[in-house]
């Protein structure tokens, strides 16, 4: 399990930078050292363990890239037409027989290992047969259409660095080298749980003044596609002794303990006392809205981050927090989003010394791309998420925004995949 020291996320100012709690986390905290072998089926979203070096060169060997003649360059005439005689045929799959003489030439196809001697091929359709004599223009370059062994990668070079969240044609370069499973980190444990008298569970009739519960959905959702394994606790009820519980037990079998809402400190928010009794909590004010109150500690080792209860403010705190944590503790070699550069088509103010997201949409304006604001953006305002597709992100220093500004836009796709 993560074993987290009590003041990996101890910071002292007002209010946290974004980048600075990114950089906290990947100074802070140590990768989980637990690695496991998983079949190349099951390989893709797992973070690669160790280097991996490719135990033979890909290509193996020199091979055609085309369907044609393989010659040897020095047959060819500098100007003119060069007449070969033709001499054995090679498919992909199947070894040369011989090895090419002066002024002969191998008809070969895509993928089959060049003959001794050939080092350039023709494709088929420049060229002409006369009996078993193929006619071949001037001009070719020497080694054209010839795939060079290894000009993939060469043997015990790195093929995937460690710490890579693996994608598909990561495991097609494994399965390439002819490996069926790989090192991985195992995946990062989660305990998730909602508290609240006011949050009802799905299926169940909705009390006078209660909310049926979406956040925990939200984040297990999130977390499913940061790759982590998540525990479903449910709903607590506003009980100290019964959170209290619910945290020490699931400290000791888990990375983190994940919760929205109820870390404030009125008289019903009961999880800062819950947490303070088997561990440290550190209250993190990021400069960000949505989602300036969030609460990270640590309990018996595993790290505890409570986000903001208003859903989109619990979105964008698990995108700046929750997120890093997962790809810190699973070693994963984390590479900021690149944004989209677009025009701003709204009038907007903002705060000075707080990044701020926006929801938004990407159009196809007169003059480029244009970013346009949702009208209705409140915290609480699930919908703002569904009919938007990204966020149109100010930076600390912006004050307002005028139409046609430039604006950066990270699409919704990007943040959460």
């Given at each position: 399990?993560a074993?987290?020291?009590d003041?990996?996320?101890a ?5 946290l ?50 369907d044609?003649y ?56 420049d ?30 070079n ?16 494994a ?8 090192s ?57 002794a ?33 947490v ?22 640590v ?5 505890f ?29 984390i590479?900021p ?6 025009r ?9 010394d ?63 995949n």
């Amino acid at each position: 399990m993560a074993q987290l020291s009590d003041d990996c996320f101890a910071f002292g100012g007002a209010l946290l930078p974004v980048d600075q709690a990114a950089q906290m986390m990947a100074q802070q905290v140590k990768p989980i050292g637990e690695t496991e072998m998983v079949s190349l089926i099951d390989a893709d979203g797992r973070v690669l363990a160790a280097d991996l070096f490719a135990p033979i060169p890909l290509p193996p060997f020199d091979n055609s890239a085309v369907d044609g003649y393989a010659v040897r360059h020095a047959d060819v005439a500098p100007s003119g037409e060069a007449r070969l005689r033709v001499r054995g045929r090679i498919a992909a799959g199947h070894a040369a027989s011989h090895a090419l003489g002066e002024g002969e030439a191998a008809r070969i196809f895509t993928g089959a290992p060049m003959p001794q001697g050939a080092d350039t091929v023709y494709m088929q359709e420049d060229c002409k047969l006369d009996g078993e004599i193929v006619i071949v223009p001037e001009g070719l370059k020497l080694g054209a259409n010839r795939r060079l062994a290894g000009e993939d990668i060469a043997k015990g070079n790195i093929a995937i660095s460690a710490g890579r969240r693996l994608q598909p044609a990561d495991v097609a370069l494994a399965a390439a080298l002819g490996l069926s499973q790989l090192s991985v980190r195992r995946r990062v444990r989660v305990a998730l749980f909602s508290t609240g008298d006011e949050i009802a569970a799905q299926g169940e009739p909705l009390p006078p003044a209660a909310l049926y519960d979406s956040n925990r959905f939200l984040l297990m959702s999130l977390l499913a596609r940061a790759g982590a394994q998540t525990t479903d606790l449910g709903i607590l009820k506003d009980d100290k002794a019964t959170i209290a519980k619910a945290i020490e037990v699931a400290s000791k079998t888990h990375d983190i303990v994940l919760t929205s809402g109820g870390v404030s400190t009125g008289d019903e928010d009961h999880v800062k006392s819950a947490v303070e009794s088997f561990g440290r909590l550190v209250f993190w004010r990021l400069a960000i809205k949505p989602g300036r109150p969030v609460a990270m500690g640590v309990v018996n080792g595993a790290a505890f981050v409570g986000v903001p209860g208003n859903p989109v403010a619990a979105l964008v705190t698990f995108i700046n927090v929750v997120r890093p944590l997962i790809f810190s503790l699973s070693g994963m070699t984390i590479e900021p989003p690149t944004p989209i550069s677009a025009r701003a088509n709204f009038h907007h103010k903002k705060k000075k010394d707080r990044r701020e997201y926006l929801r938004g949409t990407l159009r196809q304006g007169p003059n480029g791309l244009e970013a346009e604001k949702q009208a209705v953006d409140g915290a609480g305002i699930l919908t703002s998420v569904t009919q938007s597709t990204g966020f149109i992100v100010l930076a600390e220093d912006t004050l307002t925004v005028q139409p046609g500004d430039e604006v950066q836009f990270l699409p919704y796709d990007v943040l959460l995949n």
